[in-house]
């Protein structure tokens, strides 16, 4: 594998870091670097990676720089390693959201006559610290056949990944990948709660909610059934199920995850702007 810099040491870079050891990439390989030490000294103490607060030595070090800080901070990040060191032969790998291609080829480009740098834009979800991640790449037009290679291995040693035809594909990802851990996350929150108010303990509630999620998407994973056909399968006709199901269909649970998908991509379509 080659040389990797994580700029940006928070949720996601933790993540894709810890599926990337976990998955058998050797830490001394990695390189991070954060303003703020605790997060970088965390990773290198628990995974051994390498750990700097200067984004230029981390991008210095690796053929693979992995931008992982904000999407408000990616073109000002880029502007100063390229202003800082010589980005030629470099594979910039873009998580954020809401920042385009055309964007950080820009920012990563000394002066206009510059060739416009290789960037892959991959839309991520955390888990792929479980290396159960879900991503989408893009590349530009300068992406060449080994680096989609390089960035395919990369993402593959944390979970699966799709290839994208167009940019915009990417926005849909973080609404149907992204985004979307919260979305579950939202729907056992809610579902925690209501097992305490039932009088069940915490410790209970959230194993009966953990397990009961874990069993239903394993099912998921492991069936070549329509996961309507798995839903079918829970639903005796007039039980208990089929009474919670409408209560759902007549609460607009399709309409609702339909106008939050919407809703996360219509933000990211406005970040980029
Ligand atoms: N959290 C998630 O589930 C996902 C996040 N993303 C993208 O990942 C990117 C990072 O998001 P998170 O990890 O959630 O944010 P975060 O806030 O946890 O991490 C960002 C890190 O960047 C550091 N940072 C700030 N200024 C910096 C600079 N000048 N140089 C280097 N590092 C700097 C911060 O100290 C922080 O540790 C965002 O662009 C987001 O769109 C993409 C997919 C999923
Ligand atoms: O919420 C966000 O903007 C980022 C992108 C996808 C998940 N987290």
């Known amino acids: ?13 933790r993540a894709i870091i810890i599926g990337l050891v ?4 050797a830490p001394q390989n990695i390189m991070v670097a954060n303003p703020s030490a605790s997060k970088r000294l965390n990773l290198a103490q628990e995974f051994g990676v390498l750990q700097t607060e200067d984004n230029n030595k981390a991008s210095e070090f690796a053929e693979v720089v992995v931008l992982c800080v904000k999407p408000h901070l990616i073109t000002e990040v880029c502007r100063q390693i390229s202003q800082a060191i010589s980005i030629s032969g470099k594979l910039f790998i873009s998580v954020a959201a809401g920042t385009t291609v055309a964007q950080i080829q820009v920012a990563l480009s000394k002066n ?9 834009r991959v839309m991520p979800n955390t888990p792929c610290q479980l290396g159960l991640g879900m991503s989408g790449l893009f590349a530009s ?16 040693a944390v979970g699966k990944i799709i290839w994208l035809a167009t940019e ?18 939202l ?9 305490q108010h039932l009088g069940f303990s915490s410790q209970e509630s959230r ?16 069936s070549d059934e329509a996961i309507s056909t798995l839903r079918a399968n829970v639903t005796s006709k007039g039980g208990t199920t089929h009474a919670a199901i409408e209560q759902f269909k007549q609460d607009g649970m399709e309409e609702m995850v339909k106008n939050a998908m919407a809703a996360a991509i219509a933000r990211a379509e406005e970040m980029a702007k």
């Open 1 to 13: 594998m080659n040389k990797i810099a994580f700029i940006g040491a928070g949720n996601m870079a």
């Open 22 to 25: 976990n998955s058998g990439v």
């Open 112 to 120: 206009s006559k510059d060739n416009l740098p290789p960037v892959v």
């Open 141 to 156: 037009n300068e992406v060449s056949v080994e680096h989609k290679a390089i960035a395919e291995q990369l993402m593959t």
């Open 168 to 185: 915009d594909k990417i926005n849909d990802i973080i609404a149907v990948a992204g985004s979307a851990p919260a979305y579950f996350f």
């Open 187 to 195: 729907f056992m929150e809610a579902m925690e709660k209501q097992a």
């Open 207 to 222: 194993m009966l909610v953990q397990q009961t999620a874990l069993g239903a998407a394993q099912m998921v994973a492991h």
